[in-house]
């Protein structure tokens, strides 16, 4: 992989593209409960985003906003924000019990607390597998020099 | 406490007194708290701190291992006060799954007996792990992925759901695959991957055996597919059941599944080796085929067979294959293999009696040697396994015939390795005698004596692969630098001690430990099919 | 559609099981695994089929007793579970892989032995 990045077509289209693909990614997490798709779904979109953005600027360029521990704790954060919204259910009856009012069918905000898993979800998701690809790359296979996680 | 939407849901807690609400509500913790500790732990690690001047390790990397070891023992603690309660069942988020499909967890005894197995047998590791990690970098990493497994190893005896069963035993085997490479040497990163290779085809197995079972019943919770199996077609359920007990013979390491384990668990660092042999072949692989094939395919005698040529195969590949070891940890692997190959087989004598309609005394009998030998092997392969991590730290080797006098050098470590010897080979008044002792005399009374001698026959074999330990490594004369080697760290001697504590007690104890432990956990097996229909059938 | 597409599945699963079982090169293997996987949720998805059965997605304007037949949704949700515990392996396998290199300098299973006995 050059670390450099790629030429300056790649780079112009990727940085118009990325936004939209960002935000296709969180509205396929949001509506989760309405359409197909869900937090994983919307996840993997937004690394795949994260990933474009890598590989067309380069990793060195990257290296100071996506970094190594910013995708641990992000990760870690979606994590225990969904083990929080199951905890919160103890304060309604039980373990996991959703609080929230189950709402109409078709609103956006509606379907209990599956709204807030599926963000919870998509934070992790995303957070992960940006993290995953960052750390297989920054393997060097020809040679010995390599960074590793 | 008020109950979910779910009107069944309901009733079930008009049905049980407050006393069993608290319970119920204190056994999701036991998954809860190592989960969110995890992930806490990671958090920790990576916020970004001041470089400490001598480049020693941040605040929060540090205080990843104290937390883990403090998380696990709360586990232990709940996991005891469970026992006194009888906790009914419990529905996640309030859906019941008798008309909507819902999630259900399962808290009897069997699920109770596991669960204290696995926390105390974690509390040993991680106050080891104190002293045995300092050789590694990045020990908060191990904090979080041990924190995992054990969370995983919890979430699978609690699930009575089958595709929440293989959820959290894919959990747990992903977490083990990495903690078994946590060295990143060569040998360890081998020994993974073919770990890995072997895990991830016995799951397909697995995830195979519930899509078949699904499609004949359309249920996935074991209550309702235990109710709805018999009128299902026989050659289907067949095929499912080949599929669920070829995967989870390969996660228990019963011959022939047994290529991974002589690799695996040598070569994991030794906390790790020792929850390994300790909890994560009994609760992914042995309490899991024991639920489904007692409590959900019901104990027929096709499944009662597989089970004991299983157990009667590993028993003795498995002891003579450990006969010929020099490597400490190798020996002590092989011989899980053959210890579990008792257990299996105990449980597949319970299965015959009960198949054909013999005394459920005696069946009773056959369940409850097994089950206390699981208990048991749990308790003396982790002393096992953590004092020879004891003894590869002071001496810096693992083949037996470059040790030598170390009951003068490391007292404290030898006097504990001799108590889990003596356990293992099944010496009075150790409870591994007492366990192998009711194992025999059941096989003997449900009508298989040559099994009888046979098991006779490996404890023999057994006893005399450990006198070869002891002499080689505790007693006899020291080889080369072994005579200048030092006690091990009091961390490390105090995880032994517990342990040892346990073996000493399981014996002397056993009238006690039967009442309130192992014989509930029997009932449930005895039970067979019915065993999980009350309160979950609508 | 009838039982041919159900002996296809397993003969997905034979492929898969064959290329662990005989193949040297590690990449290879780790194919073979992502085979057998693939063809186990292909497994669970047909199961939750229903002969004429549309998508189990109510729309605006549609009430719930409207919709007369639908697959069945509760295969669908275990196979996105199987996927991401699939995608979850896939990861550590690679970076195995990646590793093993290091260490051994190949690629070539047969001489990565050097665990015996």
Redesign the interface.
């Known amino acids: 992989m050059n670390q450099g990045g790629m030429t300056l077509i790649v780079k112009q289209t990727a940085r118009l593209v990325s936004g939209f693909i960002t935000v296709f990614g969180i509205h396929i997490a949001l509506t989760g409960h309405l359409?197909?798709g869900g937090g994983?779904a919307g996840g993997v979109i937004l690394a795949a985003a994260a990933v474009l953005i890598v590989l067309s600027f380069g990793g060195a360029y990257c290296s100071r906003l996506l970094t190594?521990?910013?995708c641990?704790?992000a990760?870690?954060?979606g994590?225990?924000m969904f083990?929080l919204v199951?905890?919160l259910?103890?304060l309604?009856?039980?373990?996991?019990?959703?609080f929230l009012p189950q709402g109409n069918?078709?609103h956006l905000v509606s379907g209990g607390t599956m709204p807030l898993s599926n963000l919870a979800i998509l934070v992790k998701v995303g957070a992960g597998l940006a993290g995953?690809f960052l750390?297989?790359s920054a393997?060097r296979?020809a040679s010995g020099a390599?960074e590793g996680d | 406490?008020?109950?979910?939407?779910d009107p069944a849901?309901r009733r079930a807690a008009d049905r049980w007194p407050e006393k069993g609400m608290q319970m119920?509500?204190i056994v999701?913790l036991l998954v809860?708290l190592p989960?969110?500790a995890a992930?806490?732990i990671?958090?920790l690690?990576?916020?970004?701190t001041r470089r400490e001047p001598g480049g020693s390790v941040p605040l929060g990397q540090r205080a990843a291992l104290p937390l883990a070891a403090i998380i696990v023992a709360a586990n232990l603690a709940i996991s005891v006060r469970l026992l006194g309660g009888d906790v009914g069942p419990?529905?996640?988020?309030?859906w019941s799954p008798g008309k909507t499909l819902g999630i259900q967890m399962i808290c009897d005894g069997l699920s109770k007996l596991m669960a204290v197995t696995i926390n105390l047998v974690a509390l040993a590791s991680i106050i080891f792990a104190k002293a045995y990690m300092r050789r590694f970098t990045k020990v908060w990493l191990f904090s979080s992925l041990f924190l995992l497994m054990t969370a995983a190893m919890n979430a699978v005896v609690l699930a009575g759901d089958l595709f929440n069963l293989f959820v959290f035993l894919e959990v747990a085997a992903i977490a083990s695959y990495a903690l078994v490479a946590f060295g990143c040497e060569a040998e360890e990163l081998e020994a993974a991957f073919k770990y890995l290779v072997l895990g991830t085809v016995g799951s397909a197995f697995i995830l195979l055996g519930v899509a078949i079972l699904y499609s004949l019943t359309g249920q996935l919770n074991m209550a309702m597919v235990a109710s709805l199996l018999p009128k299902a077609g026989s050659s289907a359920v067949l095929l499912a059941a080949a599929a669920l007990i070829a995967g989870l013979a390969l996660k228990a390491a019963m011959v022939p599944f047994h290529a991974w384990l002589p690799d695996a668990h040598p070569s994991a660092p030794a906390p790790i080796s020792a929850m390994l042999s300790g909890v994560l072949i009994k609760a992914s692989g042995v309490y899991a085929l024991a639920r489904v094939v007692f409590n959900v395919f019901g104990p027929t005698g096709a499944y009662a067979t597989v089970l004991m040529v299983l157990g009667a195969v590993s028993m003795v590949v498995g002891v003579f294959l450990a006969v010929g070891q020099w490597d400490f940890k190798r020996l002590l692997a092989y011989h899980s293999i053959s210890q579990m190959g008792y257990v299996v087989l105990a449980l597949g004598a319970a299965a015959a009696v009960l198949a054909r309609g013999g005394e459920r005394a005696v069946a009773g009998l056959c369940l409850f040697g097994g089950l206390f030998h699981l208990f048991n092997h749990a308790a003396f392969k982790s002393l096992l396994f953590l004092s020879s991590g004891s003894i590869e730290q002071q001496t810096g080797t693992r083949q037996l015939k470059e040790m030598g006098g170390l009951s003068r050098r490391m007292p404290v470590t030898s006097f504990c390795c001799r108590v889990g010897a003596l356990s293992i080979a099944g010496v009075p008044p150790f409870n591994g005698f007492f366990s192998k002792l009711i194992i025999i005399i059941g096989l003997t009374l449900a009508g298989y004596p040559l099994l009888a001698a046979l098991a006779v026959l490996v404890a023999l074999m057994t006893l005399l692969s450990f006198i070869k330990v002891q002499r080689y490594a505790l007693e006899g004369p020291p080889q080369g630098s072994i005579a200048a080697v030092t006690e091990a760290p009091a961390s490390m001697g105090i995880a032994l001690a517990l342990l040892a504590i346990v073996c000493i007690a399981g014996g002397l104890a056993m009238g006690p430990l039967r009442e309130h432990l192992f014989a509930p956990a029997g009932e449930i097996l005895l039970n067979g099919r019915f065993a999980l229909g009350t309160g979950v059938l609508p | 559609m009838g039982t041919a597409i159900y002996v296809l599945t397993f003969g997905l699963l034979v492929v898969g099981i064959y290329a662990v079982v005989a193949k040297k090169n590690i990449i290879k293997i780790i194919v073979g695994l992502l085979i057998v996987d693939y063809a186990i949720n292909m497994l669970l998805v047909l199961m939750g089929y229903r002969n004429g059965g549309g998508a189990p997605?109510?729309v605006?304007g549609e009430s719930q007793a409207q919709m007369t037949s639908s697959v069945d949704p509760l295969p669908q949700a275990m196979v996105?579970t199987s996927i991401?515990i699939g995608l979850g392996l896939t990861?550590l396998m690679?970076?195995m892989a990646?590793r093993l290199?290091?260490k051994y300098g190949t690629f070539d299973m047969s001489r990565i032995r050097r665990l015996r006995g």
Request: charged share 5%.
């Open positions: 359409t197909p994983f190594g521990p910013a641990h704790i990760d870690s954060a994590a225990m083990l199951a905890i259910g103890y309604v009856g039980g373990f996991f019990v959703s069918l078709f995953g750390a297989l393997f296979l390599k | 406490m008020t109950p979910g939407r849901a119920e509500a999701p809860v989960l969110g992930f806490a990671v958090v690690a990576s916020l970004p419990m529905f996640i988020g309030g | 997605i109510l605006p996105l991401v990861a690679v970076a990646v290199y290091e």
